[in-house]
């Protein structure tokens, strides 16, 4: 667990981040939605230290937080501008080399297989990939690493369906051993994997709900989208159609559940 | 009208784009899907004239793109890149977006006139001041899009501008491919997007692998899930729609 308690962080004169207070679980699949300049980012980097809050600490109540911080893989909006090495493999091994991982090789090739990558791109220049191959290397680059907690901002951005498919499985697949925070304008991918949301709006953390309560109509309201399956609900619900209000359909199988009840 | 001639394009001395012909009809909305590393970029930077081609012709409007002087070019056809900080070249949002007006010799009152209009089109005023590199991603992205639209060029691509936006912006952009006048090209892997194009082009390895007007597509509206075009996005599993998973639940 990670406690950020009442952050405040100031730009150019702007209160970016005002007296915010959450924490993230070492074992939960955490989603950070927002509208756009709302200071998600800026928190997450408060979160991994590569920013200090202007006020405000950072702690862990289990452990020390430089400990934490260590093992904590932060995918970048544009992790690709970080490239610097000359082949996918070099690029991928750099972290591993620095974390001491052993048996690269055959971790490398693990990785690539798992991400559904052509392992002929582990030769290429990281710079001669696509937008989306970028972002999956990059992601390659952390997941070699094993890192035990994992910040994604806006991980599916440039990606087409079958990578944001396998990379939302693959963060599922990390559900319970590693404690994900996810930047996300796009809900669908992930919503259905996701333990807690929190709403961060003008700098300020609006809520930090688990997901069976989540404000939807919050959420909507401060500018951003909402899972496709509560979308659907609300238009059902406009439409007379009643179904069980117990059960939040913030997927589509809660959804049809709903309806069968 | 845009037309291409047996195009070829090369990025890092790899051919992406070979042997394409492709029109671009004056006042046309199309929108181009297609896998990650497809060649849509490449073929944006291409018809753009940011790259070469190698060899093959690109005609705007019955002139070789090669015979275009720099700012008639930008005058003609505009892009927006997908990562936005790679347009930025100045210190403030007011600056960035009269950047482009300027180096298309436009009268200081005309880039006055446009800033303003644009600022309020795309909700700007907020961070008018603020250094572009300091903004989120999406008020990049924002700002990266004002600045090209404020060029009016009459052919413009967006090469998947939406992906940081939130709910609020994204409106307002989808609010400005339907309003527009100009001749507009949008790439994206977001498909509710397909709405906002007359014609839909899916490209792959290069080539057009689908190239159709909504209009004949199957379907009552734009076009349906089950006509040809969505068939094939299935088959080549770059569309997984949540309209296939609820039909699969209701069974």
Not at chain 1, 18 to 44: M, Q, R, W, Y
Not at chain 1, 110 to 132: H, Q, V, W
Not at chain 2, 128 to 134: A, G, V, Y
Request: proline share 4%; with cysteine; glycine share 6%.
């Amino acid at each position: 667990m990670i406690v950020l308690k009442n952050i405040c962080f100031d730009y150019e004169d702007v209160e970016v981040i005002k007296n915010c207070s959450i924490s993230f679980a070492s074992d939960e699949v955490h989603l950070l939605v927002g509208p756009n300049g709302a200071g998600k980012t800026t928190l997450a980097m408060i979160l991994k230290g590569l920013i200090k809050p202007s006020h405000g600490r950072v702690f862990s109540p289990i452990g020390n937080i430089d400990i934490f911080r260590r093992k904590m893989g932060f995918l970048f909006q544009f992790p690709e501008d970080l490239f610097f090495s000359d082949t996918v493999y070099e690029e991928i091994a750099y972290g591993a080399k620095k974390f001491e991982v052993e048996d690269i090789d055959r971790k490398i090739n693990n990785i690539i297989d798992f991400l559904g990558l052509n392992p002929e791109i582990l030769n290429f220049s990281p710079f001669d990939l696509s937008y989306g191959e970028k972002r999956i290397v990059a992601f390659a680059s952390i997941l070699i690493w094993e890192p035990s907690y994992l910040i994604l901002d806006e991980p599916f951005s440039g990606l087409d369906w079958q990578f944001r498919n396998r990379l939302a499985e693959v963060v599922e697949s990390l559900k319970g051993r590693v404690g994900v925070v996810i930047i996300s304008q796009e809900l669908d991918n992930v919503i259905s994997f996701v333990d807690r949301v929190s709403l961060i709006a003008g700098g300020e953390l609006v809520f930090s709900s688990p997901i069976e309560e989540v404000d939807w109509d919050g959420i909507y309201e401060a500018g951003c989208d909402i899972p496709s399956a509560v979308r659907l609900a609300n238009k059902l619900k406009r439409n007379g159609i009643k179904f069980d209000s117990n059960v939040c359909p913030y997927t589509l199988e809660r959804l049809i559940d709903a309806l069968k009840d | 009208m845009i037309k291409t001639y047996s195009l070829t394009l090369e990025r890092d001395e790899k051919i992406v784009i070979q042997n394409f012909d492709f029109t671009w009809s004056k006042g046309e909305k199309i929108v181009m899907v297609g896998p990650t590393g497809a060649g849509k970029s490449t073929l944006a930077l291409g018809l753009s004239g940011i790259i070469p081609c190698a060899p093959g012709t690109i005609v705007i409007d019955s002139k070789d793109i090669g015979d275009f002087d720099l700012r008639s070019l930008r005058e003609k056809i505009g892009i927006v890149f997908q990562d936005p900080e790679t347009q930025f070249v100045t210190t403030d949002v007011g600056r960035e977006i009269g950047f482009g007006l300027s180096n298309i010799n436009k009268e200081r009152s005309e880039i006055k006139e446009r800033i303003a209009a644009v600022v309020e089109d795309f909700n700007l005023k907020h961070i008018l001041n603020r250094d572009p590199s300091s903004l989120s991603a999406g008020e990049k992205q924002m700002v990266s899009i004002a600045s090209i639209y404020a060029m009016q060029p009459e052919y413009l691509i967006f090469d998947e501008v939406t992906s940081f936006l939130d709910r609020k912006s994204r409106e307002r952009i989808y609010k400005l491919w339907e309003d527009t006048v100009s001749s507009i090209l949008i790439i994206t892997q977001n498909f509710r997007e397909i709405n906002f194009g007359e014609r839909v082009i899916l490209l792959e390895d290069g080539k057009i692998n689908f190239d159709a007007r909504t209009e004949n597509l199957e379907g009552s509206s734009h076009f349906a899930y089950d006509s040809a075009f969505f068939n094939l996005l299935r088959k080549n599993k770059d569309y997984i729609p949540q309209y296939d998973r609820i039909l699969e639940l209701l069974k």
